[in-house]
């Protein structure tokens, strides 16, 4: 019989809850219930889980020993499905030659265009994208010679005396009326009607100026090798502006090469060549940031072409001062490439001297290339001469175990048919061994 402790003791524990209250009672209970359950319920079905596996292993096992008929045919054929999947899929690798394109920044884009254009012609929604480019590409352009003419005119008006302060003050309100066109049609159009003023020219020859030649200088800056040949690219004023306005206005394979200055990070292009291969050219554009994309890209590429504008040799990095030229500056470039240790010791490498009628222009123009190289002592305008010694100096610029993959092409890029050009001569030269070896690889086996 239990003692009054022992049964006041017991009261205690029961009355316990009481004071707690039944909700956190209740709570409690559910609680543990609950985890129970999950944990069984967890074992059940990681219990199921197994046996249905075993099963199944039990199934194929026995499915297997019974050496049904079809079931190793099946397992044949299908591993030479994938045998020829594979071996299709080599076989396309092997027919895409990749070419990695460098040195196409500034003037250099023109030889991307024109490689682009080769492989196709501009789709309709390239157009559509690139018809606001242009328009706004040469406004730019007359804003700038527009320009001039406007600092011209204030300086001549710091002088109210000057006999020429009445035509400074015409050639500044007509300016000013063409600059505050805030829609770019309507300051084409006023443009289109200053050009048609002759009082407006008139006041230009009063004040020293003219027209042609600051539209002629302000191409020279946009596009310094252009002036140098006739390409149609003059008379944007009296040319180009009514007709790139037009409402009816398509561009033009020219407009694209010399007025779309949209940036790209990656280009790409592909020409199909005889024997369904595909020479792949990438346009990659550098920067500090993206330096671990080097390793891939110059893996990957079987050839390198690296193009250099050599009629930029009399421009300086730093106009007006005693700078680097923009052709040693490229140079550099170039040796800075061929020693990299990124680049694979088998990579072919294609120089392209490019913009050779210019640079001949450049040198009949009575400006020396030692301007840009001291140590030339050859004849002032002698073409052959400057040519060999540009090529001489990149070939120096390459450490001499990849000399023998280096090669050379002078070339103008003014049209996809000059791309052609260049690639029947990287197809026999740089990349032959490539496409023989291709040719042979993918050529059918007789059995």
């Known amino acids: 019989m239990a003692s009054e402790k022992d049964t006041l003791d017991v009261d205690t524990e029961m009355e316990k809850p009481e004071c707690l209250g039944m909700s956190s009672l209740s709570t409690t209970i559910r609680t543990s219930l609950g985890r129970s359950f999950s944990r069984r319920s967890k074992t059940e079905l990681m219990r199921r889980s197994i046996d249905s596996r075993t099963s199944l292993w039990k199934a194929e096992d026995e499915y297997s020993d019974a050496d049904s008929p079809w079931h190793p045919k099946e397992g044949k054929k299908r591993s030479a499905d994938i045998d020829r999947y594979l071996a299709a899929e080599s076989s396309k690798l092997k027919q895409h030659i990749q070419i990695l394109v460098l040195g196409t920044h500034g003037e250099g884009q023109s030889f991307w265009k024109q490689m682009r254009l080769l492989s196709e012609p501009l789709s309709q929604a390239e157009k559509d994208a690139l018809r606001p480019e242009v328009r706004s590409r040469m406004m730019d352009i007359v804003r700038s010679y527009m320009d001039r003419f406007f600092q011209r005119a204030l300086v001549e008006l710091k002088d109210p005396t000057s006999p020429r302060a009445a035509a400074a003050e015409y050639v500044k309100q007509a300016v000013r009326k063409v600059s505050r066109q805030e829609d770019k049609g309507d300051s084409a159009r006023e443009t289109i009607s200053l050009h048609r003023d002759a009082r407006f020219h008139d006041h230009l020859g009063e004040l020293g100026l003219s027209w042609v030649e600051a539209e002629r200088e302000a191409l020279s800056w946009e596009h310094p090798s ?51 291969r595909h020479l792949h050219f990438i346009d990659y554009r550098f920067s500090c940031c993206r330096r671990k994309a080097l390793p891939d890209l110059f893996g990957a590429a079987k050839c390198i072409v690296f193009v250099a504008d050599i009629s930029a040799y009399p421009n300086t990095v730093v106009p007006g001062q005693d700078s680097d030229s923009f052709l040693t500056e490229k140079l550099q470039g170039f040796q800075s490439l061929a020693s990299s240790r990124w680049l694979p010791g088998g990579t072919l490498v294609v120089l392209v001297l490019a913009n050779a009628a210019a640079f001949r222009a450049e040198l009949a123009a009575g400006k020396p290339l030692s301007r840009a190289f001291s140590a030339y002592t050859g004849l002032s305008n002698g073409y052959d001469e400057a ?61």
């Open 226 to 276: 252009l002036v140098d040949y006739d390409c149609g690219i003059a008379g944007i004023a009296a040319q180009q502006l009514g007709r790139v306005f037009a409402a009816d206005y398509e561009p033009t394979d020219h407009d694209y090469v010399h007025f779309d200055n949209r940036l790209y990070r990656f280009r790409e292009t592909q020409l199909l060549r005889s024997s369904n």
């Open 387 to 447: 040519i060999e010694f540009v090529a001489g100096r990149f070939r120096d610029a390459c450490p001499a175990e990849r000399r023998g993959r280096l090669y050379v092409h002078v070339m103008d890029v003014i049209s996809a048919e000059s791309m052609e050009v260049l690639v029947q001569y990287m197809e026999r030269t740089a990349l032959k061994d490539i496409l023989d070896e291709t040719s042979t690889s993918t050529s059918p086996v007789r059995t």
